[in-house]
């Protein structure tokens, strides 16, 4: 096992601390000998702050100066350094230290200073400025005295009466004399606004530099901290044996998501305002037609006598069609699965399959594409495509309760379809964690659609930069 330094980063309140915890021991003698992960030594101004049952992740030092620390950051007007000389003590015995950071530029240093021993993972949980809201009042919660209650009640009361008279510039009025005196009562809620601000905004600084993030460390589920755990412990077992090309200058991404991921919202705008930069690789599948399907690209073979013909690939011959016709995949379409989703014991599922020739044309002329298949197809894609494949695991930003009421909501007139599609997210995702070394990057899709694309063009202009084609050097 080659030994790597392991940051972990993201915003506040994803995880971080606890995954640092439960995955990384703090002597060298408690280490657990198939990861060998401890703690990196971190330097701070700020006293130790050592909650029950917990370690702080810092040294205490009376200042951090020029000259005495190889990296500096300063976060809350609290200066942090970080020597290297330890780090890299460390690395030479084998073991793989931890550190959390949270400033990018840092981070980039110690990957300029350590190369590929420098392995960045964002800890990426459920948590949104709503929740961290409903949280903090949870636990913090809120007694106004009787004097205060007084003065809100008449806030709500005269908000209440101008939205009756439809009075909106007094409504407004209103609210901001309200949300002054709110914050002032609730003393935490000026602090929670502020997290929940910097949540948005390290999300940003993600899409910026999706790239730079070697892995995506996933905390959807509630209450389980063990699969933050699993994720990492499953990329430092199989950091030696997933050889990432470096030549991948012309990708061809394969994204692999759950049902209700945004798969379809993906390629759909792709090919409307990607056109220029990348292909949408078609798919085929053994089932009806949906409306949706024009949304992807998907060619849907089975359809009824009276159904219009499906609009095939315009590289598609005419013998080609007819096989489409006939409900078959034609020869070409030689890279063939099958996706399932279950429930009541019932295993139920569709047939997809997407062209080689295509994909090997696209290659040829120089145009970067993207299609969507399942993990289990991954060996093949980086068989036949060493430096082109690009493995993508696209993952919406809900937790598990969510998606849970998300489906019954979408799904109350067929409980059964539901609980199957509950149950394929599930299964989705535990498949990413056993898998999670084998995936590039990841797309975080966000109640913002644009952050979705951002992401994307962040991507396909990072494999430009490395010497691909220009964009739409060949598209039309």
Sequence with gaps: MTPRLYILTGASGCGKTTLLNNIAALQEEEVDPEIMAIRAPKFSERQVRAKQGEVDDVTHVASVRLGEFDAAYVINNVKYGIKLEPIRRLLEKGLNPFIILSDLRVIRQLKDFLGAQAVVLYVSSAIDADRLRRIQFERLGFRPTEQQKAVLAYHFARTSAAARL???????????????????????????????????????????YVHMFDHVVLNYSEDRPDEMTAQVRNIIKESDTIQRSTRRHLPVFVVAAASGAGKGTLMEMLDLIGRDRVRVTSKLAKRAAKEEDRRDGMIALTRASDDPAPEWPAWWTTDMRGHGNRGEFPPEYDLQWQFHKGHGGEARGTFYAVSSVEIQHNVDAGNPQIFVSNMEQFSVFRRM?????????????????ENRQFQMRKWQNDPGEAEARIAERQKVHVDYIRNIAQFDHVLLNTAYEEDLYDQMFRLLEFYRQRGGPEPGRNLP
């Design 166 to 208: 439809e009075w909106w510039d007094r409504v407004s009025e209103c609210m901001s004399e309200l949300e002054a005196d709110w914050h002032a009562y609730a003393t935490d809620a000026r602090s929670t606004e502020i997290r929940a601000q910097k949540i948005r905004a390290f999300h940003i600084r993600y899409i910026e």
């Design 385 to 401: 495509w060493p430096d082109n494949a690009v493995f993508v695991y696209l993952h919406r930003l809900v937790s598990s309760h």
